[in-house]
């Protein structure tokens, strides 16, 4: 497995279930209104509140480290605009990305005929591992735990996730098993700052 291919993992994207689900078009009016799980989270705090998180990657090519800071930028009645800023550090330097921006509406519409519970998921394939208790910088969490494959070009990678609705981005840590006995990965939340509300 190569760095870059480990590196193409990223995190800081918005869930696949509803990057694509955001943005309404005019015909879709058909279609079933669903709450938006990102909204309703980033919802919950105020502007400004901030996460970074860092994936450490290692392989035979060495370490690649990426730290991700998520910030809310706007909150409005019907949407939020989050900014996502990652830098990657390996051996053969660092790359600043510029920042990214998302837009997540109130809403996104779905076919009647499907389930509006799967896309509260982090992934498609995600399958509860039931609820548990996790204790990030110095906060309990009641924490939902879920487990999915991923496809890279060098074969799958097994996640585990730990997600809460009361922690901004909901993804608190991750734990990577590339199957393989010389690469292995883990994300964790550096930082949290959440300002005071006005």
Not at 25 to 33: Q, V
Not at 53 to 64: F, I, T, W, Y
Not at 118 to 131: H, I, T, V, Y
Request: proline share 7%.
């Amino acid at each position: 497995m190569t760095m870059g291919l480990m590196v193409g993992c990223d995190s800081s994207k918005p869930a696949k279930n509803q990057a694509a689900l955001n943005v309404s078009t005019p015909t879709d009016d058909h279609l079933k209104s669903v709450p938006n799980a990102d909204f309703l989270n980033w919802s919950k705090f105020p502007e400004g509140t901030k996460v970074v998180r860092q994936r450490v990657l290692e392989s035979e090519q060495g370490v690649a480290t990426i730290t991700t800071t998520i910030r809310l930028v706007a909150r409005q009645p019907k949407s939020v605009e989050v900014e996502s800023q990652t830098t990657v550090i390996r051996p053969q330097g660092t790359t600043e990305n510029p920042p990214q921006s998302f837009t997540y509406a109130a809403e996104y519409k779905i076919p009647k005929d499907m389930d509006a519970e799967q896309f509260l998921l982090p992934d498609p394939k995600a399958k509860s591992l039931g609820a548990e208790k996790i204790t990030m910088l110095g906060k309990e969490y009641d924490a939902l735990v879920f487990k999915w494959q991923s496809m890279l070009e060098s074969g799958p990678i097994d996640i585990k996730g730990w997600f809460s609705d009361d922690f901004p981005g909901r993804q608190i840590k991750t734990e990577l098993d590339f199957k393989s006995d010389t690469s292995k990965g883990s994300e964790t939340t550096l930082e949290v700052s959440i300002p005071e509300q006005k």
